[in-house]
């Protein structure tokens, strides 16, 4: 015990890190129940054990160190799900929507800064500050939701990676603005370099070296030595990167697209998830630490106008860059409502404005709340940003404008999906799997219809084969008055994004109140606001996947298939209206009886026995064992014609029906099996 105690005194991080586990854990159960994300959890976590809160940890610095692990690990993780086919297919968005949203940013920033009245080259450290997003935050909540491989999931990823190629050369720009000589064009030089030899040692690693290696380890069967490879491989190239002078997230990045183009990615992905989360876990922690909850309430009045500036030029810079490299305006808010904060490496760029004096201990901590504030709100703006993108596309702007924003310019003519006498018809909203589905039955019933869709290699591919389907956003007026919305019978809403749905609902009842609104969500709980604001059908798939399993389920037990239409049909009726009411009629449950029988198949596996190779009707199978041959497989063939004459042989494959244990007894009789 005595040990114990002196261990803890010895190394302080053990009892820091028992107080930062348990009281997360309470925070957090805390704001699971109130619906909070848990990154939020863990900043008020840090908060309030920091120095500014209730000063429960002392070993700052070697929190610090485990959180900059934490950001390794993450991009580490983003690097294994990602691609360098991937990335080269985005290279546009890396340089030319990053360099502008940074670029931009820093001018714009500067420029407010100035006029304020801050010295010019503070303002231009200012604009440094405020051009960073937070990589660990916004990438989490990506992966979280599934969102990274999406347009506007990589164009994000996109952004951030070249903010942290630029964090290097803006460390290099700081002595300078601090009026200190440097020859900078000599070390971006140097630099440009370094970075391209890390760029050929990423490729040649990926091709050659990496998954020679990691097949060699593979061989081994040793799962302790194959998670000891990985970390090696992540953080010898973080290290390699950070000795040319390049940030350590970066190179993590990089050891992750090495390790992407190998055939182990997902068994390392699997195996640093749990790392990632704890050391992650340090870093917001560390964040939050940081937070002077007392300076926050004094001055937050400047500090919310100064967060409001920051959300409002940050999201118009983004939306601005990443339309200008031909992307949608959709999806331009949707990156723009992802990178609004301020990042973590402008936290370490502050802390380096402090020793040169370009910030006072007043501005830093203004820059603080800020930038803890903007974290704080991320994954609240990124939970909702679908919805937001879709009400800023719709705001009441004036018809050139607004025929910017949408889009909806396509090489289908209104023609060519009926024009005004498209009437009585079907409206298909996303053209996926239920999509193309349902057009097919409508096709072949000769139901009129017409197709909505976002995505414009679909739009083309559809339209050169006849397909009466156009690009745009169904939540737009515009575009569902180029479909007659006013004189369809049915809308069916085919698309996964629930805030999606949602949107285009509103927009066609406002449009439109006798057509029938069928829609498909993924959840069952998504049935109810659905309904409330306009659809008269909702079909969750959770829900009809559950009813088709059971139905096999069912057949597999020879229930016959009347019964099981009919019984599928009062689970529906009893559950959809279930789903709608407040209050069950109190039904009792749905029962059905079973039969005790099995319908298998047998491998004929003796060329000797009670039953091999003599005719059945001196077998006499059915009597004997009690189970009845309904089919016999041989040579590739199946058969049902089964006569008194037909013998079992070797190798046969009969099909049986009986009890289970009458087919276990035959099993073992023409099987061999003990």
């Not at 491989?149 to 070249?162: D, E, Q």
């Not at 069928?518 to 604001?533: A, D, F, G, H």
């Not at 239409?565 to 039904?587: C, H, K, L, P």
């Not at 590739?636 to 013998?647: M, P, Q, V, Y």
Request: one cysteine or more; hydrophobic letters at 50%; proline letters at 3%.
């Amino acid at each position: 015990m005595n040990s114990f105690i002196l261990a803890v005194t010895e190394l302080p991080l053990l009892s820091d890190i028992v107080i930062i586990f348990g009281l997360a854990m309470l925070v957090i159960l805390l704001f699971m129940r109130l619906k909070v994300p848990t990154i939020i959890g863990f900043l008020f976590t840090g908060a309030l054990a920091g120095p500014y809160g209730l000063s429960l940890v002392k070993a700052s610095t070697t929190v610090d160190v485990l959180s900059e692990i934490g950001v390794i690990l993450l991009l580490f993780v983003i690097g294994m799900e990602f691609s360098l086919k991937s990335l080269m297919s985005i290279r546009r968005a890396v340089f030319i929507g990053g360099s502008l949203q940074v670029a931009l940013t820093i001018i714009a920033t500067s420029f407010l800064a100035y006029f304020i009245g801050f010295n010019w080259n503070i303002a231009v450290f200012f604009g440094f500050l405020f051009a960073l997003s937070s990589t660990a935050i916004v990438l989490k909540l990506l992966q979280e939701s599934g969102k990274v491989n999406t347009l506007s999931g990589k164009i994000t990823l996109a952004i951030l990676i070249f903010q942290d190629i630029i964090i290097v050369p803006l460390m290099l720009f700081i002595p300078m603005l601090a009026g200190e000589s440097e020859n900078i064009l000599l070390s971006l030089f140097y630099m440009t370099v370094k970075g391209g030899l890390v760029v050929l040692i990423t490729l040649l690693s990926a091709k050659y070296l990496i998954p020679n290696l990691l097949y060699r380890v593979a061989q081994t069967r040793s799962e302790e030595l194959f998670l000891l490879s990985i970390i090696v491989i992540c953080f010898s190239v973080a290290y390699l990167t950070s000795l040319l002078g390049l940030s350590l997230g970066l190179g993590a990045f990089l050891a992750g697209l090495i390790i992407s183009e190998s055939e182990y990615n997902h068994h390392a992905t699997g195996k640093i998830l749990p790392f990632r989360e704890i050391f992650l876990s340090f870093f917001f922690v560390s964040v939050g630490m940081l937070f002077d909850v007392t300076f926050l309430f004094s001055h937050i009045g400047i500090i919310l106008l100064i967060l409001l500036f920051t959300f409002i030029v940050k999201f118009v810079i983004a939306s601005i860059a990443v339309r200008s490299i031909g992307v949608h305006f959709k999806d331009a808010f949707l990156v723009g409502l992802s990178i609004f904060q301020v990042g973590e490496f402008s936290l370490l760029l502050a802390k380096v404005g402090l020793e040169y004096n370009l910030l006072n201990d007043e501005t830093y901590q203004y820059f603080l709340a800020v930038s803890i504030l903007t974290m704080a709100i991320t994954p609240f703006v990124i939970n909702k940003r679908d919805r937001l993108a879709y009400h800023l596309l719709n705001l009441p702007l004036p018809a050139r404008i607004k025929s910017h924003l949408v889009n909806p310019v396509t090489n289908i003519t209104m023609a060519d999906i009926g024009g005004e006498e498209l009437a009585d018809h079907l409206v298909i909203v996303g053209y996926g799997l239920n999509g193309r589905n349902l057009s097919k039955a409508a096709k072949r019933a000769n139901i009129p219809y017409a197709i909505i869709e976002m995505n414009p290699e679909t739009v083309r591919a559809e339209a050169e084969k006849g397909e009466p389907i156009i690009f745009g956003d169904a939540a737009n007026e515009t575009v569902l008055k180029h479909v007659n919305i006013h004189k369809a019978r049915v809308v069916v809403i085919a698309i996964s994004n629930n805030d999606a749905t949602k949107s285009i609902i509103s927009a066609i009842r406002l449009l439109c109140q006798n057509a029938t609104i069928i829609v498909r969500t993924r959840y069952v709980n998504e049935m109810e606001e659905n309904l409330k604001i306009g659809a008269d059908e909702v079909i969750p798939e959770e829900f009809e996947t559950s009813i088709e399993i059971f139905t096999r389920v069912l057949n597999k037990y020879l229930i016959s298939r009347d019964e099981i239409e009919d019984f599928t049909e009062e689970v529906r009726s009893y559950n959809y209206e279930m789903f709608r009411a407040t209050q069950t009629n109190g039904r009792d449950r749905l029962n059905l009886d079973l039969p005790e029988i099995n319908f298998v198949s047998l491998k004929v596996g003796k060329d000797t026995g009670t039953f091999i190779d003599k005719p059945l009707k001196e077998a006499k199978i059915r009597e004997i064992i009690g189970v009845n041959l309904v089919a016999l497989k041989r040579n590739g063939k199946t058969t049902s014609d089964i006569n008194g004459e037909t013998k079992l042989k070797l190798g046969d494959v009969v099909y049986v029906v009986g009890k289970p244990e009458s087919l276990n007894k035959f099993e073992k009789e023409v099987t061999g099996a003990n």
